[in-house]
């Protein structure tokens, strides 16, 4: 069987339940697949990795991109997958359209390539729910509730479904083809 890393950095929640969602997908598909916080991930014994990242003002969480760093070498002897999490609201998909702030950052994704990455992917975010600060509880408050919680859960599961397949179709374990 397959075993699969979802690791994460989130600040409120909202990536760490996209990773779970991934995970739980790729379970549902026959993998095994682990769904823990970047801070005590590691990959070893793992055939795939499946990494993602809230993203704030364009960049990557600081444990995200430590952890892909740290990683970076054993990375590239596996496939693996990223995914940012952030824009919400009313202009959540025409943001992930067109505002290259969510193709960001670029630099991780650079580093990502190098090592082989087969995928990116931005999902559209949730606002906190307990927001910190001037800056979160204005957005909580000038944005209407039902526009708080962008995430396309569908979208997700499909996206999951599609690593799945491409790991069923190369035979990625260990010591397997890749």
Do not use: N
């Amino acid at each position: 069987m397959t075993r699969v890393l979802v690791t994460y950095s989130t600040k409120h929640g909202s990536t760490a339940e996209i990773a779970q969602a991934i995970a739980d997908e790729l379970r549902e598909k026959g993998m095994d697949a682990d769904c823990v916080d970047v801070a005590v991930a590691s990959v070893a014994g793992f055939d795939a990795v499946v990494l993602g990242s809230a993203v704030y003002m364009g960049r990557w969480l600081h444990d995200a991109r430590r952890f892909l760093k740290r990683h970076l070498e054993a990375l590239s002897a596996i496939p693996f997958w990223i995914f940012s999490s952030g824009p919400t609201g009313e202009k959540a998909e025409e943001d992930l359209a067109h505002d290259t702030r969510w193709l960001e950052p670029r630099k991780v994704l650079d580093l990502a390539a190098s090592a082989g990455l087969r995928g990116h992917i931005v999902f559209a975010g949730r606002l906190p729910v307990d927001p910190h600060g001037f800056v979160e509880t204005s957005m909580v408050r000038s944005t209407p509730p039902d526009l708080q919680d962008a995430r396309d859960w569908e979208g997700i599961r499909r996206w999951a479904d599609d690593i799945a397949s491409e790991l069923e179709r190369t035979g990625a374990r260990r010591g397997g083809a890749a």
